[in-house]
């Protein structure tokens, strides 16, 4: 299985607290670490960990800050395509503050703010087909968050009939194009969109943490439950769901695809740390 994923990457700095600081005050951390981030490249870490190969579309340019996340992603196992490979401005920093009793987060980021349409205006599928390896993804994954790149990687995907999954965190301007071009979208019970919307989307997921993942499509609805677990990081517990689904996402049914997921998002939260729950998932699924 090949995935190619476009979207963010960030430089994560995670602190661990004993508890979310109050405004104007001060903790100290128990824990710190760097890794990167952003819904795409948590997800592209996931597909990697489960033995598929793994593609991440996204800016990174570089700047020194970009070694840190090159460096991070290739122990992965992803490959990156970087569509802006001579910027000189650093990638986007996320700060994350952990509360150590439960693995609730705070995340302040810029996300992709800082990177202008126009400096992609050149990106297109012809482009793209020649950033890609011989053998092109069997499946694609787009989270809105550079929106040249999430069309592009969308018309790619329908030209060569591979399936399309949209990571829906936050409505964007963008998903009035890449709705069109879904076949899933993936998104969560905090999801809001303009009317209609999501109307013509053949298949739509909604998570809600721990609780059942519920879908509908043309041909029914449902909902599967969650493994019950002591979550100790929640931090992209939902990236980490969305790369596990996609990594089944043509190659099962959407209830499987769903448990599949929904098994993983649970392991990863038993974790602490960006990345401490590869390991353990690795063995859980049998991947070697």
Request: with cysteine; glycine share 8%.
């Amino acid at each position: 299985m090949r995935v190619l994923l476009a979207g963010l990457c960030t430089v994560d700095v995670v602190q661990r607290v004993p508890d979310l600081p109050e405004p104007g005050h001060k903790v100290q951390s128990t824990d710190v670490s760097v890794a990167a981030g952003g819904p795409a490249t948590n997800a592209a870490v996931t597909v990697a960990a489960l033995g598929a190969e793994a593609f991440l579309l996204t800016v990174l340019g570089r700047h020194p800050l970009a070694d840190l996340v090159r460096a991070d992603l290739t122990e992965c196992g992803v490959t990156i395509l970087d569509a802006l490979p001579r910027r000189d401005e650093p990638p986007a920093v996320s700060a994350v503050t952990v509360r150590e009793q439960d693995g609730e987060r705070t995340v302040v980021s810029h996300n992709a703010a800082a990177v202008e349409p126009e400096a992609l205006s050149y990106f297109d599928t012809e482009t793209l087909a020649g950033m890609l390896p011989e053998t092109p993804p069997d499946t694609v994954l787009v989270d809105g968050h550079h929106p040249v790149l999430a069309r592009t990687a969308a018309r790619w995907a329908k030209a060569h009939g591979r399936p399309v999954v949209v990571d829906a965190g936050s409505w964007k301007p963008v998903f009035r194009d890449v709705f069109g071009l879904a076949d899933v979208v993936a998104c969560s019970a905090q999801f809001t969109a303009p009317e209609n919307a999501l109307a013509d989307v053949p298949v739509v997921v909604t998570t809600a943490g721990p609780d059942p993942v519920r879908w509908r499509g043309r041909n029914g609805s449902g909902e599967v439950a969650v493994p019950a677990v002591e979550a100790r990081d929640t931090l992209g517990a939902g990236d980490v769901w969305h790369g596990a689904f996609v990594s089944k996402v043509g190659t099962v049914g959407i209830e499987e695809a769903i448990e599949f997921a929904n098994a993983v998002a649970s392991e990863r939260v038993r974790h602490v740390g960006p990345r401490s729950w590869i390991g353990p998932v690795r063995a859980m699924m049998g991947v070697t």
